[in-house]
C-alpha cells in the first residue's frame, strides 16, 4: 500500500530571533491540544526562556550525538528514531543545517525529506539569508560575504511557507533586553546585524519573495484551471519593442506608469515574427534592454507568425494588466479599417487596458508584417476573388463598350494579380480561366457565344491565358520564396540572441529550456534522453514548467518533439500545436541545446584535469622541497648527533649543549616543515575539513605562540572580546605561520598582535558579523605586485634563502582561514610594513554550549 507523503510546513524568518522556533513550537503545542501526536526531533532554544517553556510536555526524540575527531559531541537529528516513533508531526528546526560529517546526510532537509517520504508531517524554520537567490542581495545590504545555504527550489517544494513577522524596532529592542544574543555581544550586534536599516531591508526582502512565492502558486492555479482572463492582482506592464529609436520611448512611459504602484513589473517583449518585413536593429534592441534591465524590468523573445496575436498571448500569460505600444500616425487605410497590429490588440485586449504611444514613423509600435503563409481562409478568400473579380470586371467594362479587346485583357490580368497575392496560384489560374472565358463570352465575335470568328482574338485570348497563368506562378513563388526568407532571418535573429543571453546569463540546461518555453509559448519543455538503442525507455534530464512534459514515446495532439543530432536526445514541447515553421526553429534550437550539453561536458573534464594537474604540481613541488630542503637539517642532526655519539665524554660540557640545541633547532624545523607540508596536502586535495566551535583569541594566541620568540611581540585584546566559530587546531596554524612568517622576514621589527571585536557591514548570509585579528609588523612590507604570489605554494619573497622556509605559511593560513568560513587578507601597515587580517564569523554565543550540556545530561 502506498503510503501518503507527509506536508512541510516552514515558518520563515527575516533575521535571528525573528522568533521562528518559537512559532513552529507554538503550532505544534495547539495541534497536541487537537490530540496530535507531536514529537519533537531537534529545536534550539538558545538559553530563551519563552521558548524553553513551550518544549514542556512536548514528546522529545532524543538526538544523535556525532563525535567529531575533537571529541566535541555534537547532536544531530536522529532519523532512524524518528522513523521508528512514526508521529503525526515532527518538529525539526533550522531546514538549511549542515549535518556533522559522519551523519545520516549531508543537509537537515534531506534528512527531512526522508521524513515526509515516510508520511510524517513536518514543521521547520528558516532564515531568508539563507536563501540562495538572496545571497547578493543579503550581501549587498550587510557587506558579507556571498555563501549560498540552501537552494531556492528546495524550500519552493514545501506545502506551506509561514511568515514569521516583526518589526525591526521591537526586534532591536528584545536584542537590547538580552533575549537574542548574550549581554556581552549587545552593543556590538546593534551596532552591525541589528542595524535599523539591515532589518528593514532584510525585512521587505523576506516579504518581496514570499510575494513571488504566492505569485507562482497564483499563475499555477490559473494555469491548472485554464483562466485566461488577467486578475490584477498585481500591477504588470508588458511593452512591445520592435528595435527602433521610438522604442526607448515606450519603455519610459511604461516605467513612468509603474511609478504611481507599488510592486509592479516591467516586461519587454520583442515578437520575432516570421512574417515581419521590418528588419528590427540588434544594436537598438540591445540598448532597449539595458533600460529595461536599469529600470527594473525584464526582457523576453517569442516567436510567432502574428506580432499581434503573439504579444497578446504573452500579456496573458504572465496575467498582464497594461500593454504599451508604439502608434504611428502613417497607415491611414490601416486605421480606418481597423487592420493595423496596434488596433487589433485594442480590438482583441479584453480586460487588459492597452497605451498607444505615439512617435516619429520610421518605426511602428509593432512589426509590419507580411501576408502570413496561405490558411484555410485565405485560400477560400482566393477562390471567392478569383469568381467575384473576373465578374465584376466584366460588368465594369460592359460601361464603355469602345475599349478594345487588349485594355480589357490588362483589366482581368490586374484582376488575376490581386487574387493570386491574396490566394496563391491555384485561385489566379481559376480567375485566369474564367477571365478568359468572360471575355470570349461578352467581347469578342460573335458575343454571346463561345465561338471566336476572328482567329487573331483566339491567339490573343492564349496570349491572356498563358500570360496570366504565368504571373501567377511568379508572384506566388516570390511570395513563397519571401516568406521563407523572412522565416530564416527570424529564425536566425532568435538563434544569435539565443546564444547570446547563453553566454551573458544562464547558460544551464534548466536556463535554455526556460527561454525555449518562453520563445514557444508553450506551458512546458523538456530534455529527455536514452541509453543504448531505441528500444530503450526516455529518461527526463531536466525541464521547465510547471509540470514534464509526456515523453516522445506519449506523445498527445498538443505535444511537439523534435530527437536532436544525437539520437539519445530528444527536445519536448507540450501545451501548444507548433507550426511546420516553428518546428523547424524548435530544431535549431535542439542543436544549441546539444551543443550547450557538449560544452558542459568539456567544462566538467577540464575542471577534472585542472584539478589533477594542479594536485600533481603540489605532489611535484612536495618531492621537490623533501628532497631539497630537508636535507640542510637532516645533515645537521646526523654530524650533531654522530659527533655526540662519538666523540660525547671528551667534549666540552658547553660544545654537548651547543651541539644538543643545534639538534633542538632542527628537529622543530623539520616538525614545522613536515606539518607545512601536510596541510598542504590536506588543502589542496581538499580534505581540509574543519571541526568550528566557540574560540577566543586569546586562547587560540596563547597556544599559537608557544616555541616563538615573544621579546618583540605584543598582545592587544580587549577583556570582553567574543568568541568567533573556528577549528582551534587550524586557528592556531594560521597564527603561528603569520607570526613566524612576520619574525622572518621583518627581522627586529615589533610585531603587534590586535583584535577588534566586530567589523561593521559585515555579516555574512546568516546574520553573524566577523571578528578580526590583525598581525602587524613594521618591516619593508611585499609590493602591490606580489600580493597575489604571496599566498601562492613554495613562494618566498624575493627569493628568500635558504633557512626561511619553503614558502608554504601563508599557503596553508589562507586555505585553512578560508576552510573555516573566514578571509585572510594583507594590507599595508601605515609608515611601512605589512598587516595580515584574519576574518572570522563570530560565534551564536551561549547556543552551542547549550546544546553540548543538553547532550551530555541525555547520553546513556
Not at 330 to 345: E, N, P, T
Not at 716 to 722: H, I, T
Request: proline share 5%.
Amino acid at each position: 500500500m502506498h503510503m501518503a507523503r507527509g506536508t512541510l510546513r516552514i515558518f520563515l524568518g527575516a533575521a535571528p530571533g525573528a522568533g521562528t522556533t518559537y512559532s513552529a513550537l507554538r503550532e505544534a503545542r495547539r495541534l497536541l491540544g487537537e490530540g496530535g501526536d507531536v514529537a519533537i526531533g531537534i529545536a534550539a532554544t538558545h538559553g530563551r526562556q519563552e521558548t524553553q517553556q513551550l518544549l514542556d510536555g512536548l514528546d522529545a526524540v532524543p538526538p544523535r550525538l556525532v563525535k567529531d575527531p575533537g571529541g566535541v559531541q555534537v547532536p544531530e537529528l536522529d532519523v532512524e528514531a524518528l522513523l521508528d516513533r512514526q508521529p503525526d508531526m515532527a518538529v525539526v528546526d533550522d531546514y538549511a543545517h549542515l549535518n556533522a560529517p559522519g551523519s545520516r546526510n549531508e543537509r537537515r532537509w534531506q534528512d527531512i525529506e526522508e521524513l515526509l517520504a515516510a508520511g510524517i508531517d513536518v514543521l521547520s524554520t528558516l532564515n531568508v539569508q539563507q536563501l540562495a537567490s538572496l545571497t547578493d542581495a543579503v550581501a549587498a545590504i550587510t557587506d558579507g560575504p556571498r555563501q549560498a545555504k540552501i537552494p531556492d527550489e528546495v524550500v519552493r517544494k514545501a506545502d506551506h511557507i509561514e511568515l514569521v513577522d516583526i518589526s525591526p524596532v521591537l526586534l532591536r529592542q528584545r536584542v537590547a533586553d538580552g533575549r537574542i544574543v548574550p549581554d556581552a555581544r549587545v552593543d556590538a550586534a546593534l551596532a552591525n546585524e541589528y542595524r535599523l536599516g539591515n532589518l528593514f531591508a532584510l525585512r521587505e526582502i523576506a516579504l518581496i519573495w514570499l510575494a513571488d512565492r504566492v505569485d507562482e502558486g497564483l499563475a499555477e492555479y490559473r494555469e491548472s484551471q485554464g483562466i485566461t482572463a488577467t486578475w490584477p492582482a498585481r500591477e504588470r506592464v508588458v511593452v512591445g519593442l520592435t528595435g527602433g529609436p521610438g522604442d526607448e520611448v515606450l519603455v519610459r512611459r511604461a516605467a513612468r506608469i509603474l511609478s504611481r504602484v507599488n510592486g509592479g513589473e516591467l516586461l519587454a517583449v520583442h515578437v520575432r515574427g516570421t512574417g515581419s518585413r521590418t528588419e528590427a536593429s540588434g544594436q537598438a534592441l540591445d540598448v532597449q534592454r539595458r533600460l529595461v534591465l536599469d529600470l527594473g524590468g525584464t526582457c523576453h523573445t517569442v516567436s510567432g507568425d502574428d506580432p499581434a496575436q503573439s504579444l497578446l498571448e504573452f500579456a496573458r500569460s504572465v496575467n498582464a494588466t497594461q500593454i504599451v505600444i508604439g502608434a504611428s500616425p502613417g497607415r491611414f487605410w490601416s486605421r480606418v479599417l481597423g487592420m493595423g497590429a496596434a488596433s487589433r490588440i485594442v480590438r482583441e485586449s479584453g480586460d487588459i487596458d492597452v497605451h498607444l504611444v505615439s512617435h516619429p514613423p520610421a518605426r511602428r509600435g509593432l512589426p509590419r508584417t507580411a501576408p502570413a503563409p496561405l490558411s484555410r481562409a485565405r485560400t477560400t478568400a482566393g477562390y471567392l476573388l478569383a469568381v467575384v473579380l473576373p465578374v465584376l470586371a466584366t460588368a465594369v467594362l460592359s460601361l464603355s463598350p469602345d475599349l478594345n479587346l487588349a485594355t480589357q485583357a490588362l483589366v482581368h490580368l490586374t484582376g488575376v494579380l490581386a487574387v493570386a497575392f491574396i490566394g496563391g496560384l491555384w485561385p489566379a489560374v481559376l480567375a485566369a480561366v474564367l477571365g478568359s472565358l468572360l471575355l470570349n463570352y461578352f467581347e469578342t465575335d460573335p458575343v454571346g457565344t463561345f465561338s471566336i470568328s476572328d482567329p487573331q482574338n483566339v491567339f490573343a485570348l492564349l496570349v491572356f491565358l498563358g500570360a496570366a497563368v504565368a504571373v501567377s506562378l511568379v508572384v506566388g513563388l516570390s511570395e513563397r520564396r519571401a516568406r521563407e526568407a523572412v522565416r530564416a532571418r527570424a529564425e536566425a535573429a532568435t538563434l544569435a540572441d539565443l546564444a547570446r543571453d547563453a553566454l551573458l546569463a544562464d547558460d544551464t540546461v534548466a536556463g535554455f529550456l526556460d527561454k525555449v518555453r518562453e520563445t514557444f509559448q508553450v506551458q512546458a519543455a523538456g530534455l529527455y534522453t536514452r541509453s543504448g538503442d531505441r528500444q530503450a525507455a526516455w529518461e527526463l534530464q531536466a525541464f521547465s514548467g510547471n509540470a514534464a512534459p509526456p515523453s516522445p514515446d506519449a506523445a498527445t495532439a498538443m505535444t511537439d518533439s523534435v530527437e536532436l543530432a544525437d539520437p539519445r536526445s530528444a527536445l519536448v514541447l507540450s501545451g501548444r500545436t507548433l507550426t511546420a515553421g516553428d518546428r523547424l526553429l524548435l530544431t535549431a534550437h535542439g542543436a544549441h541545446l546539444l551543443l550547450l550539453r557538449q560544452h558542459h561536458a568539456l567544462q566538467r573534464t577540464l575542471r577534472s584535469t585542472t584539478k589533477l594537474a594542479e594536485g600533481n604540481s603540489v605532489r611535484t613541488a612536495i618531492l621537490r622541497a623533501v628532497s631539497h630542503d630537508l636535507r640542510t637539517p637532516l645533515a645537521g642532526i646526523k654530524l650533531a648527533v654522530t659527533a655526540l655519539l662519538r666523540q660525547g665524554r671528551r667534549l666540552p660540557e658547553e660544545v654537548q649543549a651547543e651541539m644538543l640545541a643545534t639538534i633542538e633547532s632542527y628537529t622543530e624545523r623539520l616538525d614545522a616543515l613536515i606539518s607545512n607540508l601536510l596541510d598542504m596536502s590536506r588543502i589542496s586535495s581538499g580534505s581540509a575539513a574543519p571541526h568550528a566551535a566557540p574560540v577566543t583569541w586569546r586562547d587560540a594566541i596563547e597556544d599559537a605562540l608557544r616555541g616563538i620568540p615573544t621579546e618583540h611581540i605584543r598582545i592587544e585584546l580587549a577583556a570582553n572580546m567574543p568568541a568567533v566559530d573556528a577549528d582551534l587546531g587550524m586557528l592556531e596554524r594560521v597564527i603561528a605561520n603569520i607570526v613566524e612568517n612576520a619574525l622572518k622576514y621583518a627581522p627586529g621589527s615589533d610585531i603587534a598582535i590586535v583584535g577588534v571585536s566586530g567589523v561593521a557591514n559585515a555579516a555574512d548570509d546568516g546574520g553573524t558579523p566577523f571578528g578580526e585579528l590583525r598581525i602587524v609588523d613594521h618591516g619593508r612590507g611585499v609590493p602591490a605586485a606580489a600580493v597575489v604570489e604571496m599566498f601562492q605554494p613554495f613562494q618566498r619573497l624575493d627569493d628568500a634563502p635558504e633557512g626561511l622556509g619553503i614558502g608554504l605559511g601563508l599557503a596553508v593560513a589562507k586555505g585553512f582561514t578560508e576552510a573555516m568560513g573566514g578571509q585572510l587578507a594583507p594590507e599595508p601597515t601605515p609608515g611601512g610594513g605589512l598587516t595580515m587580517v584574519i576574518r572570522l564569523p563570530l560565534s551564536t554565543g551561549h547556543s552551542v554550549p547549550n546544546l553540548r550540556r543538553e547532550a551530555g545530561t541525555s547520553a546513556p
